[in-house]
């Protein structure tokens, strides 16, 4: 998969993070997975994409990670659980993170429609996305590590 297609994502991530309070925002890595089925425990944000390129993204976090994360976005309310109000808050980064990336794509000329998030979470459960092979990102928000996986039909 050519990079620019990755790009986006990593501006997206890039861009919303800091609107959010996020000081120390970084890309880590970039790995391709050989498998398209992802194993996860903690918490997984599935969006469709549509248009010019098909495809789905995947935002998976360790469930303590997405619990800071929405205590972020709640202005610093504590997060002991992951209950209806912190999974809207993640539900809303995901769409956030991606309809940035929609918007860098379209600067590019490419259109795309993102579906909205399905969010699931727990201890061992897989995730199959629609490509053999899968690219990996993993981003860094504050210390907290959020892997992006991208699968495109290009």
Same mark, same amino acid.
């Given at each position: ?14 861009? @919303?993070?800091? +609107?959010?309070?996020?000081?120390? +925002?970084?890309?880590?890595? @970039?790995? @391709? ?10 918490? #997984?944000?599935?969006?469709?994409? +549509? ?5 789905? @993204? ?10 800071? %994360? #929405? ?18 808050? %993640? ?64």
């Amino acid at each position: 998969m050519d990079i620019k297609y990755i790009n986006p994502f990593v501006e997206g991530f890039l861009n @919303v993070m800091p +609107v959010l309070g996020f000081q120390d +925002v970084k890309r880590n890595s @970039v790995r @391709v997975r050989e498998d398209n089925t992802i194993q996860y425990s903690g918490v #997984a944000l599935m969006l469709g994409i +549509v248009g010019d390129i098909k495809g789905n @993204v995947i935002y998976g976090l360790e469930l303590e990670s997405a619990k800071k %994360i #929405a205590s972020k976005m709640m202005m610093g309310m504590p997060v002991e659980e992951l209950n209806d109000m912190a999974q809207s808050a %993640i539900s809303e980064l995901s769409n956030m993170l991606t309809a940035n990336a929609s918007t860098n794509f379209e600067k590019m000329g490419i259109n795309i429609n993102i579906s909205t998030p399905t969010l699931m979470y727990g201890e061992n459960f897989e995730a199959k996305m629609n490509t053999e092979k899968v690219l990996c990102i993993e981003m860094m928000a504050d210390g907290i590590p959020l892997e992006i996986n991208v699968a495109l039909q290009i």
